[in-house]
């Protein structure tokens, strides 16, 4: 098993930045992919940004040049940095993370960015 705990969420104006962490605990040696979802009032789940042991990371076309991804591996935490936030970041953000081919996901964080 794997716990995932979320943190930095919060209100921000448009054009602001926030920093989320994820520390994960438990079985987490072989964990291949850590990640960051989103999910819209009345929308699917969508993946932000994610990044595999291997060190490659992506990000989806919206945030690419806005977001960063990244790892800690001395703390077992990935972060989300996300500069020139705009209204449509708004969503619920979970931290994800997949070892063994399962599927493990924290609580999730309110990010409200107002215009």
């Known amino acids: 098993q794997v716990q995932l705990v979320e943190s930095g969420g919060g209100l921000v104006e448009a054009g602001g930045s926030l920093r989320l962490s994820c520390a994960a605990s438990g079985s987490i040696f072989s964990i291949n992919f850590m990640g960051w979802y989103r999910q819209a009032p009345g929308k699917q789940r969508e993946l932000v940004a994610g990044?595999?042991?291997?060190?490659?990371?992506d990000y989806r076309d919206s945030v690419k040049g806005r977001f960063t991804i990244s790892r800690d591996n001395a703390k077992n935490t990935v972060y989300l940095q996300m500069n020139s936030l705009k209204p449509e970041d708004t969503a619920v953000y979970y931290c994800?993370?997949?070892?063994?081919?399962?599927?493990?996901w924290g609580q999730g964080t309110q990010v409200t960015v107002s215009s």
């Open positions: 994800c993370a997949v070892r063994a081919g399962s599927q493990y």
């Open positions: 990044s595999t042991s291997g060190g490659s990371t």
